[in-house]
């Protein structure tokens, strides 16, 4: 089972991106799929989350500006990112929780990360 991420690039303030973390494997089930970031010299921190019911969940920073969602028949997670500022520029790593076929229990999977780069 892997994560892979796409979309990252280099966009202008006011600008938006579309990031996308596809799933690949032979995978019985995925719970909650994520998005997290880490800016140059802080943190990792969670982005935005959606269950596999649609439920979804933002940082403060991004409510308004940024969508999750996600296509189970494709395994895909998606994040529309709106109105980017230069303080969005990070490293986006999505994530989730997949459970293999024939494996008991879920496991915490992890894409390889995607730049942004917002320009003022």
């Known amino acids: 089972v892997q994560l892979q991420a796409f979309g990252g690039g280099l966009v202008q303030a006011g600008g938006s991106l579309r990031l996308s973390c596809a799933a690949s494997g032979s995978i019985s089930i995925i719970t909650d799929m994520v998005w997290h970031r880490q800016a140059p010299g802080k943190s990792r921190e969670l982005v935005a989350a959606?269950?596999?019911?649609?439920?979804?969940n933002y940082a403060d920073s991004v409510k308004g500006r940024f969508t999750i969602s996600r296509d189970n028949a494709k395994n895909t997670v998606y994040l529309q990112m709106n109105r980017l500022k230069p303080e969005d520029t990070a490293v986006y790593y999505c994530?989730?929780?997949?459970?293999?076929?024939?494996?008991?229990?879920?496991?915490?999977?992890w894409g390889q990360g995607t730049l942004v780069t917002v320009s003022s």
């Open positions: 994530n989730a929780e997949i459970a293999p076929f024939g494996v008991a229990g879920l496991y915490d999977y």
């Open positions: 959606i269950t596999s019911g649609g439920s979804t």
